[in-house]
């Protein structure tokens, strides 16, 4: 799963998702709860038995163990990893008889730009006859998506906006009054709704999109901002700095553009909130009270009298990377097409943490991949032979922005039109059966109603994404499929251990979170326990097999915003 901060589509798709989707979205957004929304909890403790379809912890546990293993090198695009990744993955599905994409090819290229950033060590910030000194990794990340040898940043003013958003439906706009052309726009992170306060604000706790790192930078480009630094926060961010360091360092992967990023902010940053605060003390200004204002509606942004001079040095690299793709022809509707996603790839080799500098994501996405094998197997296995066809894809840079999965969105191998469905693997959890299922999402499509149906039959209940503050939706490839309008399912048992209950599984999902995500201990462990992995991918297949035998197509419900998109494409 991504995190800071690329940008993976372009922003008139982006402004039209907002714009035609925070209009009555409150019904079917996902909301937090604390119990399940239409059924009761289960009330026996007992497993229910598995049947005898392939998916089974022994071939899960095989497969990770193979993706997440040293040799790999953590699996980054454009390294030997890759090679070896996307080599298993295919050759895999190949022995399970399944047919190669269009065109003879397991194999979807995906061209890329890599560009290897190297930021000055410090940064300048000078006016009103004062100045601070920030360190680059100790308190900034600095990079660019512009495809040049070098960004400098010279004397720069520095503007405070607020969260950096301009909302119309919800009357809110954090550069009215600004002038930030050629200038470097300090943001908070998330959005006006996070701080709780004021429950009317946006969505409330729950992130909408206005709230994510990309949409921040497009709109400060849009403003002709030279730069967008965006203050880290733990709390309403859901990861420490940490993870921010790992995911923004060195070797950064983009999508290339026509005008070689040129229509992107010069400068891509993040500073800790304690660097923040320094900031704004040196600018004669109170980060608590600037805080405050920025969550009242009215709030107007200010210049903050200090400059930014840093510089970034680059190497620009164009390649090549792969998604991986097979098929399960329907028999009798082979012209409509079910889609299973997860992406392969992870961080690579990187700063050595406790002397391990290998990132082998093991369950971020080694899981996802193993789920995928694993369903090909049940369907292969079955009786009754899908009579829609079943697309297994493996898509490469998710860690870096969802890349692959919205080439493939935006080059799909099948038509869209025809598409059925998305379900998406991202981290199959390795702490046992679970009683809930936890849908990302929930209330956006017919999709939850096929997952109800499954998690019925393993005696599960289902509830939505209990910390919607965190954005979670936009955080994995099954957004690449919304947003082009076909319904996507992201479902996996997240709160409530069978055995242990809902603080040991929230306890385990936060000891994660703190210590194993992005991080070179997210290595497989024999001594997981995958029963609740092999659940979760059972119970996509199942949602699969129904969804395969049906002549209908689930809908987007009313008030979702990629439900206009669908409906395009497929008039009802």
Excluded at 33 to 38: D, E, H, N, S
Excluded at 285 to 291: D, G, I, K, R, T
Excluded at 369 to 382: D, E, K, P, S
Excluded at 447 to 454: E, G, I, K, P, S
Aim: proline content about 7%.
């Amino acid at each position: 799963m991504p995190l800071p901060p690329f940008r993976h589509w372009l922003a008139p798709v982006a402004a039209g998702l907002l714009l035609a989707g925070c209009q009555g979205q409150t019904s079917t957004s996902e909301t937090a709860t604390t119990g399940p929304p239409a059924e009761a909890a289960p009330t026996d403790t007992a497993s229910v038995p598995a049947p005898n379809d392939g998916i089974t912890p022994a071939l899960l546990a095989r497969h990770i163990k193979v993706l997440a293993s040293d040799e790999f090198g953590g699996r980054r695009p454009f390294t030997a990893g890759e090679d070896k990744a996307t080599a298993y993955l295919a050759a895999e599905f190949k022995k399970l008889g399944l047919q190669p994409g269009p065109g003879g090819s397991y194999f979807q290229p995906v061209p890329l730009v890599e560009i290897v950033g190297k930021p000055d060590s410090t940064a300048t910030l000078a006016g009103q006859g004062k100045s601070l000194t920030l360190k680059y990794r100790t308190d900034y990340m600095f990079l660019t998506e512009r495809e040049q040898p070098t960004v400098e940043i010279k004397n720069s003013p520095l503007v405070f906006a607020g969260y950096g958003v301009v909302a119309p439906e919800y009357k809110w706009d954090d550069y009215a009054g600004l002038d930030v052309k050629g200038k470097t726009v300090v943001v908070l992170i998330n959005d006006p709704g996070n701080a709780g306060n004021d429950t009317t604000l946006f969505k409330g706790r729950e992130m909408t999109y206005y709230g994510r790192w990309m949409y921040k930078y497009e709109e400060a480009a849009r403003h002709g901002a030279t730069g967008l630094i965006i203050i880290h926060d733990t709390k309403p961010a859901a990861y420490p700095w940490t993870v921010v360091q790992s995911s923004n360092g060195g070797a950064k992967l983009h999508p290339t553009t026509p005008d070689h990023g040129a229509r992107k902010v010069a400068l891509e940053g993040w500073m800790t909130l304690d660097a923040a605060k320094k900031l704004f003390a040196t600018a004669g200004q109170n980060y608590e009270a600037l805080y405050a204002a920025a969550n009242k509606a009215g709030f107007r942004g200010k210049d903050l009298g200090l400059s930014l001079t840093t510089t970034l040095h680059n190497k620009i690299t164009y390649k090549t990377s792969k998604n991986v793709v097979a098929v399960l022809p329907g028999t009798t509707r082979p012209q409509e097409y079910i889609i299973y996603s997860a992406h392969w790839d992870h961080l690579g080799i990187g700063p050595a943490v406790r002397g391990d500098s290998i990132y082998n994501g093991a369950l971020d996405n080694a899981s996802g991949c193993a789920g995928l094998l694993a369903i090909a197997t049940a369907f292969r296995q079955a009786k009754e032979k899908p009579q829609r066809s079943i697309v297994f894809l493996a898509v490469t840079g998710e860690e870096q922005g969802l890349l692959g999965s919205d080439y493939y969105a935006q080059h799909p191998l099948f038509p869209l039109k025809n598409t059925v469905a998305d379900l998406n693997m991202d981290e199959l959890l390795a702490f046992g059966p679970m009683r809930d299922l936890t849908i990302t999402g929930y209330g956006q499509s017919a999709l939850d109603d096929y997952a109800r149906a499954a998690a019925k039959e393993q005696n599960r209940y289902v509830i939505p994404y209990q910390h919607p503050e965190t954005g979670s939706y936009y955080r994995s490839d099954h957004f690449s499929f919304a947003k082009v309008g076909v319904p996507a399912l992201y479902a996996s048992g997240a709160f409530e251990s069978r055995l242990h209950g809902k603080a040991f599984a929230e306890k385990q999902r936060q000891d994660f979170e703190a210590n194993d995500y992005h991080q070179p201990s997210d290595q497989y462990n024999p001594r997981w326990d995958l029963r609740g992995a092999a659940q979760d991918a059972r119970l996509l297949f199942r949602v699969g097999q129904q969804l395969a035998n049906e002549t209908t197509f689930p809908q987007w419900k009313p008030g979702s915003e990629f439900r206009a998109v669908r409906l395009k494409s497929r008039p009802q």
